[in-house]
């Protein structure tokens, strides 16, 4: 969640609030006060993973699969970038291709995400009309869908104070869904649509969808218009990504999904309930038990990469170790496209003065980022210097900056600004592994009752290319330098 695209000092309070588990309606949110571990993936059928050997891959290892976990890092396959806005060399954005995978599903869909527009010619439409699609294929051929259709949304609780329930965006489905002639259920076609809101403070970030428990995407984007070219209604050309995968991972992706399903509530209508009285005669009300086909309850092996899903939450902060365990990893290179890059909340203002803001008061990521330096390992940040975050960015920079000189290591670290919009969240490390997701180096993305998030990690070396590919791109073209605070000249 990068504090970049809040439409007015009220709503980045209400992030900040989130953050820090402060409700803005008494009665509509709840505090994530004795969450324990997340529930382990259990298919029916899996692939015997080994221990890896590569340094980095064992570095994510030993963490995700610590205490017992279960691991389904092995036999997977690298299949694309999901990206956002349009362009060029783009031509289809993210929501085109979700839709399109959304169409061909043989069984299930799951989708989460934290933010959605929703209406004709808003991001949100192209969901409900993939839906409405694959309904009617559907209807027309139930007998290729033995086992039915079971589509289920997701979404994240982002605080809005549109009504006291907090359901305003999942209410807001529903009505697209309607208005396009989709039951929530059909019985005779075992046609289910489940549309869930996550009701706790702080707010869950994590993006991803699973198809039919075999193929995996995680990424940074909301279902919001920002993310549409400036030639569309809404539009800013903000630019972000999810890392698409396919084999046993996906069932890790499918115990995230159910992680926050089994903490969500759910909204409920009328049959045939018409979309101008969605808000007046649906509710919300507890979610349906966590349950699926067995048709997508196996995982199917389809490569030879690794992967390591990186999900984090109040209890269980698996994400945090991981990452900190990958850069303690790192031998050589960095670089980090990262849409926030900021200190600890006191010392945001440490680009005017950074007294009282010494290293033992950094978040720790960049307390890892340091230590990795100290090893020669160089480190590059593409970050944006726009909006709320630009102020948070500026003073993690002159942080990590004056740091790194006290040490003698200012030649580890080198950092640029964007010359775009950009909400991505992306790194590679050594050339050999990349990260992608939700997680900002952002103290809301860290601390102990922080956002849910969720990123995904590969070794495959296609995947890593086209990372590294696009961070080049961007740090010789399409960004500038950062320039030195007056304290530091």
């Known amino acids: 969640m990068s504090l970049l695209r809040f439409s007015s000092p009220l709503r980045f309070a209400l992030c900040v609030g989130a953050c820090l588990g402060l409700s803005p309606a008494a009665g509509a949110f709840y505090l994530p006060i004795g969450f324990g571990r997340v529930a382990d993936p259990k298919p029916l059928s899996a692939p015997d993973c080994t221990q890896p050997t590569d340094p980095l891959e064992l570095a994510l290892w030993r963490v995700v699969t610590s205490q017992g976990r279960a691991d389904l890092s092995c036999n997977n396959s690298f299949v694309e970038y999901q990206r956002t806005p349009r362009s060029a060399q783009n031509p289809q954005n993210a929501f085109d291709k979700i839709a399109e995978q959304i169409r061909g599903a043989k069984t299930e869909v799951l989708l989460t995400t934290m933010e959605w527009h929703a209406g004709v010619g808003h991001p949100g439409y192209s969901f409900a009309q993939a839906v409405a699609d694959l309904y009617a294929k559907v209807r027309a051929n139930p007998s290729a869908y033995p086992q039915g259709m079971h589509i289920r949304l997701a979404l994240g609780g982002f605080p809005e104070l549109s009504g006291p329930d907090g359901g305003a965006y999942a209410l807001a489905v529903v009505r697209d869904l309607r208005s396009l002639g989709v039951p929530l259920s059909d ?37 919001t218009d920002w993310h549409l070219t400036r030639a569309e209604a809404g539009g800013h050309d903000l630019h972000d990504l999810g890392l698409r995968m396919r084999g046993p991972i996906a069932q890790q992706g499918v115990a995230v999904f159910d992680d926050i399903w089994r903490h969500s509530k759910q909204i409920g209508c009328p049959a045939e309930v018409a979309p101008a009285e969605v808000k007046s005669q649906c509710w919300i009300g507890d979610a349906d038990p966590v349950s699926h086909p067995d048709a997508v309850r196996h995982a199917v092996s389809s490569g030879t990469a690794r992967a390591f899903l990186l999900y984090r939450r109040a209890g269980d902060r698996l994400a945090d170790r991981a990452i900190e365990n990958l850069f303690t990893a790192a031998q050589s290179q960095i670089d980090l496209m990262e849409a926030d890059f900021s200190s600890s909340v006191p010392c945001w203002l440490a680009y005017v003065n950074p007294t009282g803001c010494e290293s033992d008061t950094f978040p720790v990521y960049m307390t890892a980022l340091l230590d990795a330096m100290e090893r020669g390992v160089h480190v590059r940040l593409l970050t944006v210097n726009y909006g709320y975050g630009a102020y948070a960015n500026r003073a993690g920079i002159a942080l990590m900056r004056d740091e790194a000189k006290k040490r003698g290591l200012e030649k580890f670290f080198d950092a640029r600004y964007v010359k775009f919009d950009m909400h991505t969240k992306a790194f590679t490390v050594d050339h050999r592994v990349v990260v992608a997701g939700s997680s900002n180096m952002h103290f809301s993305s860290w601390s102990l009752y922080g956002l849910s998030e969720a990123n995904l990690a590969t070794s495959d070396p296609a995947a890593v290319q086209e990372q590294e590919d696009s961070f080049e791109e961007v740090w010789n073209k399409e960004s500038v330098a950062v320039p030195l605070e007056s304290w530091q000249k």
């Open 187 to 223: 019985t005779a076609l075992n046609w289910q649509v489940a549309v869930m809101n996550y009701p706790y403070l702080p707010h869950s970030h994590v993006k991803l969808h699973v198809i039919d428990g075999e193929d995996l995407t995680v990424a940074g984007f909301n279902y």
